[in-house]
């Protein structure tokens, strides 16, 4: 799927053709995309199937006046039990037009056709990218926000549990950081190799100040990923014990309770055999058993509460 995007006055507006945009962003392009695309534009037809698939690594290439940088983007698949993983975009520069293809569809577009801050021009395509890796890596940290907001919530109910479906959703989470540590870790040197060749010495002061914003938030993410993946494997090894722990208590309960039912049974166990027994003329009989009964329940249970066992 094409999409045309506008550049309007600080603005990205979608438009219906390839002759009135600035921007085209593809989406699963089809054989006849592709063609279209590289027969307009002049794009090569390798640079623009890059990205299809999802997996692919970070790189930066230049082949005549086209430039490609593929980075991994954060993206969230609802219906997956990894909740939070990354993909492959290609950003890919011409003289004329800005490219992106992607392999499934991201929130990252919407995000910027929704924002209400100044864009840059994308005839200013340094200072264009460095918005784009910018909204990126603040995506990153809006991702990463949601995991750990996910895990508080599955340490607070975890205390409680005996069941394992809370840490199959902590080790997802972990999944989820480590997929976000790889790939920020794989984007950082082709933001600097790009700076590189386009000099840095040459950028503007708005563009210097874009692009030490832009190496500061991946950091940052970078970090964040970090602490809270080494936050999440302690709180594994934690809450594994402690729903073992959980559930010894529960099997301590339920054997102290079994033993103390026992001792009324014992009683009446023996007060149900067919030979001599005391008190078995007597009026009062069956008050006696059921007395001693109760007698030896609350010794019994004197007993393990002075010991702590219940």
Request: proline share 4%; net charge negative.
């Amino acid at each position: 799927m094409l999409t045309y995007i506008r550049w309007d006055d600080g603005k990205l507006v979608p438009v219906d053709s390839l002759d009135r945009c600035h921007i085209v962003r593809a989406v699963t392009p089809t054989a006849e995309e592709l063609s279209l695309l590289s027969g307009k534009l002049g794009v090569p037809t390798d640079f623009l199937t890059a990205a299809t698939d999802r997996d692919e690594r970070p790189r930066l290439e230049i082949e005549d006046s086209c430039r490609l940088v593929i980075i991994r983007i954060p993206h969230r698949e609802a219906s997956s039990d990894t909740p939070y993983t990354t993909m492959a975009l290609a950003i890919i520069l011409t003289p004329s037009h800005i490219v992106t293809v992607c392999s499934e569809e991201s929130t990252m577009w919407a995000d910027l056709l929704a924002t209400r801050s100044r864009i840059p021009s994308p005839h200013k395509q340094m200072s264009f990218l460095c918005s784009l890796f910018l909204h990126i890596a603040r995506q990153y940290l809006t991702f990463l926000r949601h995991i750990r907001d996910e895990s508080d919530t599955v340490e607070n109910a975890i205390h409680g549990s005996m069941k394992n479906e809370m840490m199959i959703r902590m080790l997802n989470l972990e999944k989820c950081l480590v997929y976000f540590t790889t790939s920020l870790r794989a984007n950082e040197p082709i933001w600097d190799r790009f700076r590189r060749i386009n000099g840095g010495e040459q950028l503007t002061e708005q563009e210097q100040e874009l692009a030490d914003d832009v190496k500061v938030e991946f950091r940052q993410a970078q970090e964040l990923a970090n602490i809270y993946s080494n936050i999440l494997s302690g709180m594994m090894d934690a809450f594994a014990s402690i729903i073992s722990n959980n559930l010894n208590v529960v099997m301590k309960f339920l054997t102290s309770i079994t033993i103390i039912l026992m001792l009324p049974t014992l009683v009446a166990s023996l007060y149900g055999m067919n030979v001599e027994l005391p008190f078995q003329h007597s009026p009062h009989a069956f008050l006696i058993t059921v007395g001693v009964s109760l007698l030896l329940a609350i010794v019994g249970v004197g007993i393990f509460l002075k010991k702590k066992w219940f």
